[in-house]
């Protein structure tokens, strides 16, 4: 039983589409992150949010745009994509960014084709 | 620099055997340290966790793992292999910066025999 939702769990769209993900946590965390997994790489952070401000951005490029509106739901829109952003999108959470109690929990992902 | 290096892309043992998967990193400062396991089609699960005190941490489905900091190691083990262990597993380092950045290893695929 995972505390972090994600929607959907894929999603298949073309370049010129425009689409978001949705990331939930029901865990009272203050903290959320995005990041890309694609085959035979490791796990990328793309972005960390904290207290629903952005606290790094790891030069992703702008055809991907998140939001966090509140300390329980993270947004990850994307439009303009490329066939290379194809990949396994991870949101997780934890109760804070630093030290010993920055254990982060992940969703199920969001698996994403782009054609 | 900062890195998580899994040295077995891809470990095969049989059903009851012992399993190690090695994991060496690099970390400036004192390093936290953490074992994922992820099932085909599922988000990343917390298997254990170091952060200070007794180098050997137990974590769950009968996981353990150890800290050795002459070694730059954090192996994970199990003394007995069930076929539903069959994963790939995750390495990672963080540490007290105010990012919450982990740095994650490329895996390791296992795969169970019966």
Redesign the interface.
């Known amino acids: 039983e995972?505390g972090?939702t994600?929607t959907p769990r894929h999603l298949v769209m073309g370049m010129t589409n425009k689409k978001s993900l949705k990331c939930e946590q029901h865990l009272g965390h203050n903290?959320m992150?995005w990041y890309k997994q694609s085959a035979?790489?490791?796990?990328e952070?793309m972005f960390?949010y904290?207290l629903e401000e952005r606290?790094?951005n790891n030069s992703v490029p702008s055809r991907f745009s998140p939001e966090c509106p509140n300390s329980s739901h993270l947004f990850l829109h994307l439009h303009t994509l490329q066939p290379e952003d194809s990949a396994l999108y991870?949101c997780?959470s934890?109760q804070?960014?630093?030290?010993?109690k920055?254990?982060?929990?992940?969703?199920?992902?969001t698996?994403l084709s782009v054609l | 620099a900062q890195s998580v290096t899994q040295p077995d892309i891809h470990i095969t043992v049989s059903e009851g055997a012992s399993l190690e998967l090695r994991c060496n990193y690099s970390y400036g400062a004192t390093p936290y340290l953490f074992w994922y396991v992820q099932s085909p089609g599922q988000g990343l699960q917390l298997l254990l966790k170091y952060f200070s005190g007794d180098t050997l941490v137990q974590g769950i489905k009968g996981f353990e793992a150890e800290f050795k900091r002459s070694q730059s190691s954090f192996n994970l083990r199990k003394p007995s292999v069930h076929w539903s262990d069959a994963a790939e597993y995750f390495c990672a380092v963080g540490g007290s910066s105010n990012t919450g950045k982990l740095i994650f290893g490329q895996g390791t695929t296992l795969q169970v025999k019966p």
């Open positions: 995972t972090v994600q903290a992150y035979k790489k490791p796990l952070l960390v904290s606290v790094e991870l997780a934890s804070v960014l630093a030290g010993a920055n254990i982060q929990y992940f969703g199920a992902g698996r």
